[in-house]
């Protein structure tokens, strides 16, 4: 094996091409039309409701609050990068993730300029004890 002196530097590849094509726009905060679930803002309250499960420890601890949830709405109507916007506490936080992820998917997507876009949308769940 012998040693060189002089270190070769390869070229800096080229840059990727631009991503921003209609198809994959980051999602709006605000479209002229609202994405729609089926049953409307109840029929996701109703969803909810049906589906969620209060985590035991949080139940025996006492702890309850509102956990603002944020999450997109695509093209599609399917849900996804769900995330927290305000949290009570981590069980009660993965728990609204958990069943935000599990929400079947939006009948209409967002309206913008005539065009169906992804869209973020918001929603409270109120964790409260009886």
């Known amino acids: 094996k012998t040693e060189e002196s002089g270190t070769e530097i390869a ?9 921003a094509d209609s198809d994959s726009e980051a999602p709006y ?5 609202m994405p729609v679930f089926k049953g409307g803002d109840t029929g996701i309250i109703e969803y ?11 139940m025996a601890n006492g702890i309850q609050g509102k956990v603002v ?18 949290g009570v ?10 069943v935000v992820k599990s ?14 876009v992804a869209v973020w949308y918001v929603i409270p769940i109120q964790f409260a004890l009886k």
């Open 29 to 33: 905060d605000v479209v002229d039309e």
């Open 69 to 86: 949830v944020r999450f997109v709405v695509g093209k599609d109507g399917s849900v996804s990068k769900v995330e927290i916007l305000k």
């Open 11 to 19: 070229p800096a590849p080229p840059p990727p091409p631009p991503v």
């Open 48 to 58: 909810v409701k049906a589906n969620i499960k209060y985590p035991e420890p949080a």
């Open 89 to 98: 506490h981590p069980e009660l936080d993965i728990e609204a993730i958990r």
């Open 103 to 116: 929400l079947p998917s939006f009948e209409k997507p967002g309206i913008k300029d005539g065009k169906e």
